[in-house]
């Protein structure tokens, strides 16, 4: 056995790119393991939104659901964040937006619960907030991002360039050449 720092001896032939391989799998899988927390999290918020929407439904307003339970629940859970009283009306307007549980599960569910706010507090309109969701998550946008989107109204302003496509073009080319993003050109 040699007394040199490892740091010091010579790597092994194919080291570096085993090396390599094995960071990629684990950034993989933390980032698999994250998307999987976070998709629970946002389920729960949902469910929890859902049961809060009943309970008030079959209690009333008059009950104090949603400050009970914040209070309940952060006795019960001292360690964990999310169940203030502010976040708890969150969770139910979340669940009042979207009723369906496989949306949440599928489109909503892939996003972090920062960008479900924004969602929810920037856009009334469902099928906005649908087509938000998965511009978000097919672009990787970040919560900032999102919100710049939302004030520029870029989803409104896609596909509705003036363009001379259809006088130039056949049909089916010019839908082609607008779908291939050539929004802005002329012929």
Known sequence: ??????????????????????KTRIHTAQQRAALAVNRELVLLYWQVGRDILARQASQGWGAKVIERLAHDLRIAFPEMKGFSRANLMYMRAFAEAWPDAEIVQQA????????????????????????????????????????????????????????????????????????????????
């Open 108 to 187: 909503v569910g892939q996003l972090p619960w920062g960008h479900n706010l924004v969602l929810l507090t920037r856009l009334k309109q469902p099928a906005q907030r649908l087509a938000y969701a998965q511009a978000a998550i097919a672009h990787g946008w970040s919560r900032n991002v999102l919100n710049i989107h939302i004030e520029t109204g870029l989803l409104e302003r896609t596909g509705k360039a003036v363009t001379n496509f259809s006088e130039r073009l056949p049909a089916p080319g010019s839908d082609l050449a607008r779908s291939l993003g050539g929004r802005n050109l002329r012929w």
């Open 1 to 22: 056995m040699s007394d040199q720092p490892v740091s010091l001896i010579p790597t092994p032939e194919g080291y570096a790119d085993w090396l390599v391989e094995l």
